[in-house]
């Protein structure tokens, strides 16, 4: 960077110059027509023009000092620096030659005689901003990032406006963390050139970390306009596209930036994902498929199409089940366990360290859930790790978390091996995976067993398919005993009431009527992702508005084009009009609660059932119906449901499922009285109880240690290390 800063910057400085020799004045005459020749792009003409005034007067500073601008434009760097020293010899403190030698040697990384150069030239000429530019950058070069912002703002109040001094005083200050004024910097910059993909970035960088990614989009735009055919810059662009919820052309960047590097197994799991995020999800299956033929060591594309299974029609849960043990035992046979022993005391009582491995402490379900429990967690029994693993992606989610853990470990970075070296190091009693083969998943690290109690959460209502995460957490309703456990390779335990914590984060009242009250009909509504929608839900809910005349279906998050036509025109093919369906874009938290209060029925997906999206509905005073199966994932709705008393609402068919939201769209009181009891009704049930739901998992994890506690010590394997 330094070097592209210094050759932008500014040119050697010639300067002014009186003198006692007497041939001076015609030196000048020679020194003039060689600045014209210079100007005109004659530069070997302009150097003989100022060795003839070296030659008539070489008692002259100026001679010299043009001389050697001359033969630096002509890329004589040593003859230049020579013609320097010559003026230096003549007036030491001159500032021209002195800045001029500090500029060429700090590009040869003499840092202390570039500084002496330097600060001679400010001290015989303080208002020498172009001096105070150079030696900002050299302090910066020297990890002297105060000292270096100080010297751009000495520049800056002596008049520079170059865009080498704004460029480089925005860059110190990111460094200094001063993050508004780096971003004044940075757009000053770019007014002095639109074009630049340096300037462009960091301010990307600085939007993107402050979840400000419709700030940060024309950013990268504008880079990637420098270099349309960079890999990184097409990555970090469609992860802003994500974000955006511009799924479908988030996929197009990235198959461009699959064009460029086929081998980047990166770039397709990500575009896996937006295709799934995006409702694409048979496009994805294939995708996943492909390139496993293609990679079938990289686990990560196993791990995508066994979390889409849960998405999908025509697989039973048998099936389901039997494809996330085979992944499990490749697994575990590719990766060994590294730590067969611990060096750890077998105290029944003593303060354990709990540590949430996750990808996803971001806006997110997982840190929406998690926030709460680590508030509450009682610091006197537990400490608490968090392990952010994923992609960057930080929000204001993201600091609640760090700031509510007791170490909080920044491991986007890290290999599945590194991260397992940290979690041991750290001395972890309990390890609890978050995602599964959801989002971001670090299974390979549990594989190495760092922990020695693991147990996954949360994130995937599913098994791991691994024998070494030994327990899986869930609750009786999501769980029933004796449903569910043929399909686990983990053993199931239930905590008393909900493995869920609920907290909307967002102040919004629940309007004062149902919507139903205004006379215009029931509408349904539906505010989960769109890549749950399968075709047998769109066709139970046709047959739903089909015989509830009248009535609405409202969907929020629709993601694009696309995906909005295709429904629309299924709906159509039932029966359905397309002015009966009112598709709401992506929107802000407080936004898509508010559009709650357009829904007198929230109706639930199948097989993968709604948790947040759920617990969001009743929470602003809308009942849920759902369907739930026998996979864990089909059945969260039905476990808040059961939580709150409200298993009316839960269907045990499909045509129950019709049969209830025709039954319930014709009862108004019902809707109404729900409307207005639901908030009051969950806020006192467990599903609120942040600190009960806390103890329950305390003492669950209390358990599990008592449990280990008891097993027999392994004896130390070759594979430890």
Same mark, same amino acid.
């Given at each position: 960077?330094?070097?592209?800063?210094?050759?932008?910057?500014?040119?050697?400085?010639?300067?002014?110059?009186?003198?006692?020799?007497?041939?001076?004045?015609?030196?000048?005459?020679?020194?003039?027509?060689?600045?014209?020749? !210079?100007? +005109? &792009?004659?530069?070997?003409? #302009?150097?003989?023009? =100022?060795?003839?005034?070296?030659? @008539?007067? $070489?008692?002259? %500073?100026?001679?010299?000092?043009?001389?050697?601008?001359?033969? !630096?434009? +002509? &890329?004589?760097?040593?003859? #230049?620096?020579?013609? =320097?020293?010559?003026?230096?010899? @003549?007036? $030491?403190?001159? %500032?021209?030659?002195?800045?001029?030698?500090?500029?060429?040697?700090?590009? +040869?990384?003499?840092?202390?005689? #570039?500084?002496?150069?330097?600060?001679?030239?400010?001290?015989?000429? $303080?208002?020498?901003?172009?001096?105070?530019?150079?030696?900002?950058?050299?302090?910066?070069?020297?990890?002297?990032?105060?000292? #270096?912002?100080?010297?751009?703002?000495?520049?800056?109040?002596?008049?520079?406006?170059?865009?080498?001094?704004?460029?480089?005083?925005?860059?110190?200050?990111?460094?200094?963390?001063?993050?508004?004024?780096?971003?004044?910097?940075?757009?000053?910059?770019?007014?002095?050139?639109?074009?630049?993909?340096?300037?462009?970035?960091?301010?990307?960088?600085?939007?993107?970390?402050?979840?400000?990614?419709?700030?940060?989009?024309?950013?990268?735009?504008?880079?990637?306009?420098?270099?349309?055919?960079?890999?990184?810059?097409?990555?970090?662009?469609?992860?802003?596209?994500?974000?955006?919820?511009?799924?479908?052309?988030?996929?197009?960047?990235?198959?461009?930036?699959?064009?460029?590097?086929?081998?980047?197994?990166?770039?397709?799991?990500?575009?896996?994902?937006?295709?799934?995020?995006?409702?694409?999800?048979?496009?994805?299956?294939?995708?996943?498929?492909?390139?496993?033929?293609?990679?079938?060591?990289?686990?990560?594309?196993?791990?995508?199409?066994?979390?889409?299974?849960?998405?999908?029609?025509?697989?039973?849960?048998?099936?389901?089940?039997?494809?996330?043990?085979?992944?499990?035992?490749?697994?575990?046979?590719?990766?060994?366990?590294?730590?067969?022993?611990?060096?750890?005391?077998?105290?029944?009582?003593?303060?354990?360290?709990?540590?949430?491995?996750?990808?996803?402490?971001?806006?997110?379900?997982?840190?929406?859930?998690?926030?709460?429990?680590?508030?509450?967690?009682?610091?006197?029994?537990?400490?608490?790790?968090?392990?952010?693993?994923?992609?960057?992606?930080?929000?204001?989610?993201?600091?609640?978390?760090?700031?509510?853990?007791?170490?909080?470990?920044?491991?986007?970075?890290?290999?599945?091996?590194?991260?397992?070296?940290?979690?041991?190091?750290?001395?972890?009693?309990?390890?609890?995976?978050?995602?599964?083969?959801?989002?971001?998943?670090?299974?390979?690290?549990?594989?190495?067993?760092?922990?020695?109690?693991?147990?996954?959460?949360?994130?995937?209502?599913?098994?791991?398919?691994?024998?070494?995460?030994?327990?899986?957490?869930?609750?009786?309703?999501?769980?029933?005993?004796?449903?569910?456990?043929?399909?686990?390779?983990?053993?199931?335990?239930?905590?008393?009431?909900?493995?869920?914590?609920?907290?909307?984060?967002?102040?919004?009242?629940?309007?004062?009527?149902?919507?139903?009250?205004?006379?215009?009909?029931?509408?349904?509504?539906?505010?989960?992702?769109?890549?749950?929608?399968?075709?047998?839900?769109?066709?139970?809910?046709?047959?739903?508005?089909?015989?509830?005349?009248?009535?609405?279906?409202?969907?929020?998050?629709?993601?694009?084009?696309?995906?909005?036509?295709?429904?629309?025109?299924?709906?159509?093919?039932?029966?359905?009009?397309?002015?009966?369906?009112?598709?709401?874009?992506?929107?802000?938290?407080?936004?898509?609660?508010?559009?709650?209060?357009?829904?007198?029925?929230?109706?639930?997906?199948?097989?993968?059932?709604?948790?947040?999206?759920?617990?969001?509905?009743?929470?602003?005073?809308?009942?849920?119906?759902?369907?739930?199966?026998?996979?864990?994932?089909?059945?969260?709705?039905?476990?808040?449901?059961?939580?709150?008393?409200?298993?009316?609402?839960?269907?045990?068919?499909?045509?129950?499922?019709?049969?209830?939201?025709?039954?319930?769209?014709?009862?108004?009181?019902?809707?109404?009285?729900?409307?207005?009891?639901?908030?009051?009704?969950?806020?006192?049930?467990?599903?609120?109880?942040?600190?009960?739901?806390?103890?329950?998992?305390?003492?669950?994890?209390?358990?599990?240690?008592?449990?280990?506690?008891?097993?027999?010590?392994?004896?130390?394997?070759?594979?430890?290390?």
């Amino acid at each position: 960077m330094l070097k592209g800063l210094l050759q932008r910057l500014i040119p050697p400085a010639a300067g002014r110059f009186e003198s006692a020799d007497a041939a001076a004045p015609e030196a000048d005459r020679l020194i003039s027509e060689g600045r014209r020749e !210079e100007d +005109a &792009g004659n530069v070997r003409e #302009a150097c003989k023009r =100022y060795g003839d005034a070296v030659s @008539l007067a $070489p008692r002259y %500073p100026a001679a010299h000092l043009n001389l050697g601008v001359g033969l !630096e434009a +002509a &890329g004589d760097t040593d003859g #230049a620096l020579r013609c =320097y020293e010559a003026v230096l010899a @003549l007036e $030491p403190d001159n %500032p021209f030659a002195n800045y001029n030698i500090g500029k060429r040697v700090l590009l +040869a990384r003499e840092l202390d005689r #570039a500084e002496r150069h330097l600060r001679l030239a400010i001290a015989r000429k $303080p208002d020498f901003w172009e001096a105070h530019v150079v030696l900002a950058n050299l302090l910066d070069a020297r990890n002297d990032s105060a000292g #270096a912002a100080a010297a751009f703002e000495s520049a800056i109040r002596h008049g520079a406006q170059d865009f080498g001094a704004w460029l480089g005083y925005g860059l110190v200050l990111v460094k200094l963390k001063r993050k508004a004024e780096a971003e004044s910097a940075l757009q000053r910059a770019l007014t002095l050139d639109a074009a630049s993909a340096e300037a462009h970035g960091t301010l990307f960088d600085l939007y993107q970390e402050r979840a400000d990614f419709a700030a940060a989009l024309p950013h990268i735009e504008a880079a990637l306009q420098q270099r349309p055919e960079w890999p990184a810059g097409l990555f970090s662009y469609a992860q802003v596209l994500t974000r955006l919820h511009r799924f479908d052309d988030a996929a197009a960047v990235l198959a461009r930036a699959i064009s460029l590097e086929p081998a980047r197994d990166d770039l397709h799991v990500a575009r896996m994902s937006v295709l799934q995020r995006g409702g694409r999800v048979a496009e994805m299956l294939e995708l996943c498929r492909a390139q496993q033929a293609r990679a079938p060591a990289h686990r990560a594309y196993a791990s995508a199409e066994l979390f889409a299974l849960n998405l999908v029609d025509g697989h039973s849960a048998e099936e389901v089940f039997a494809r996330h043990r085979t992944f499990g035992e490749r697994l575990e046979k590719d990766v060994p366990r590294r730590f067969a022993s611990f060096d750890t005391a077998r105290d029944l009582s003593r303060r354990l360290r709990i540590g949430y491995v996750s990808g996803e402490f971001y806006l997110h379900p997982v840190a929406r859930f998690m926030i709460p429990l680590l508030e509450r967690h009682d610091r006197s029994e537990f400490e608490v790790y968090c392990y952010s693993a994923g992609i960057p992606r930080a929000d204001s989610f993201t600091r609640q978390v760090e700031e509510r853990s007791d170490v909080w470990r920044p491991a986007e970075a890290m290999n599945d091996t590194e991260l397992a070296d940290l979690v041991h190091r750290d001395r972890i009693d309990i390890l609890v995976d978050l995602s599964g083969h959801s989002g971001t998943s670090r299974l390979a690290a549990f594989a190495q067993q760092p922990a020695p109690v693991q147990a996954t959460w949360l994130g995937n209502l599913n098994t791991t398919g691994m024998t070494r995460i030994q327990y899986r957490i869930t609750d009786g309703h999501c769980d029933p005993p004796g449903l569910t456990e043929h399909l686990h390779t983990e053993t199931l335990v239930r905590l008393p009431q909900s493995q869920w914590c609920y907290r909307p984060y967002v102040a919004v009242d629940v309007p004062q009527r149902a919507a139903v009250e205004g006379g215009s009909g029931v509408t349904f509504g539906s505010f989960t992702q769109f890549s749950k929608l399968t075709v047998a839900m769109r066709s139970l809910w046709a047959r739903i508005l089909r015989e509830v005349p009248g009535s609405r279906l409202m969907m929020a998050g629709a993601p694009h084009a696309g995906v909005r036509d295709e429904l629309l025109q299924a709906l159509a093919c039932y029966g359905v009009d397309s002015t009966r369906i009112t598709l709401l874009p992506f929107m802000s938290l407080r936004d898509y609660l508010l559009a709650f209060g357009d829904v007198d029925i929230a109706l639930d997906t199948s097989p993968y059932s709604g948790g947040t999206t759920t617990c969001d509905a009743l929470w602003m005073g809308v009942p849920v119906l759902t369907l739930p199966g026998v996979r864990p994932a089909s059945r969260s709705a039905a476990s808040i449901l059961s939580t709150m008393g409200l298993t009316d609402w839960i269907a045990a068919s499909p045509e129950d499922y019709v049969r209830r939201a025709v039954r319930f769209a014709s009862e108004p009181e019902t809707i109404a009285r729900l409307h207005r009891s639901l908030r009051d009704r969950m806020a006192a049930s467990p599903l609120m109880d942040e600190v009960r739901f806390a103890r329950d998992l305390e003492q669950l994890y209390r358990m599990l240690w008592r449990r280990w506690c008891a097993s027999p010590p392994a004896a130390p394997g070759p594979a430890q290390r």
